[in-house]
Nanobody, 120 residues
Framework: QVQLVESGGTLVQPGGSLRLSCVASGNIFRINVMGWYRQAPGKQRELVASITSGGSTNYADSVKGRFTISRDNDKNTVYLQMNSLKPEDTAVYYC??????????????WGQGTQVTVSS
């Protein structure tokens, strides 16, 4: 069984910074891609950023230059550093991982989500 657990979401003022973390645990052989998605009320879930095991990154245009994704492969952890936060960044942020288990099953997994609210 595989679990993704996010942390770090909270209320922050516009212009502030926040760091999200997501730890993957369980019967993991290899994590291929890890990413962050977000879903605001009334909107579809969207990709925020992703990172491969080799460190290649991809960002949504709306967060380029403000957010940075990174990962620690030894700890099966992915981070999202969010700077210059805007009210429109308010959403539930979900961790996602494309991974292979020790039984060599490859699948896509989601965390339970963490709320980020940007408001004065």
């Amino acid at each position: 069984q595989v679990q993704l657990v996010e942390s770090g979401g909270t209320l922050v003022q516009p212009g502030g910074s926040l760091r999200l973390s997501c730890v993957a645990s369980g019967n993991i052989f290899r994590i291929n891609v890890m990413g962050w998605y977000r879903q605001a009320p009334g909107k579809q879930r969207e990709l925020v950023a992703s990172i491969t095991s080799g460190g290649s990154t991809n960002y949504a245009d709306s967060v380029k230059g403000r957010f940075t994704i990174s990962r620690d492969n030894d700890k099966n952890t992915v981070y999202l550093q969010m700077n210059s936060l805007k009210p429109e960044d308010t959403a539930v942020y979900y961790c996602n991982a494309d991974l292979t288990t020790k039984l060599f099953f490859t699948g896509n997994y989601w965390g339970q989500g963490t709320q980020v609210t940007v408001s004065s």
